[in-house]
């Protein structure tokens, strides 16, 4: 983990994207044997592909998620945190999907497992330092 005052990013190579969930609420899982990271959207995110314009998806939309089965069992490369409550997973191909704070709701969260265990993080109404005071 590359830990900064403003960020936090972890280095998620040789994990792929093993299953979405789709409710209302968004959630990607990666997991291999040693290692696991579960990251949860519960409001609007964006998927960024190269090459394309950026799409905006509402978790409760079901009907419009169908673009983000793209990223099922695509190999990622990292997950970073931001103090302002900003995070982004991205891709090996630089596609990004990125939470920013809702002001009504929690925006996104993430627990990893194992080597992943430092990552226990929670955007709360109007966004703030996932990882609490420090």
Not at 32 to 47: H, K, N, P, V, Y
Not at 58 to 67: F, K, W
Not at 69 to 75: A, K, N, S, T, Y
Not at 120 to 128: E, I, K, R, S
Request: aromatic fraction near 10%.
């Amino acid at each position: 983990m590359a830990e900064l005052p403003e960020s936090r990013e972890w280095d998620l190579t040789g994990l792929d994207v093993t299953f979405l969930h789709f409710d209302y609420r968004f959630t990607v899982d990666m997991w291999s044997a040693d290692r696991s990271l579960s990251i949860i959207f519960g409001s609007e995110f964006i998927l960024g592909v190269p090459g394309c314009a950026d799409g905006v998806f509402d978790p409760e939309q079901n009907e419009m998620l169908g673009p983000l089965l793209l990223v099922l069992h695509r190999p990622v490369s990292r997950f970073k945190a931001s103090s302002d409550g900003r995070c982004v997973l991205r891709f090996a191909d630089g596609t990004e999907i990125r939470g920013e704070p809702d002001p009504q709701y929690e925006a996104w969260e993430a627990q990893g497992t194992g080597g992943l265990e430092s990552i226990a993080l929670l955007c709360g109404p109007g966004g703030g330092c996932p990882w609490g005071p420090g």
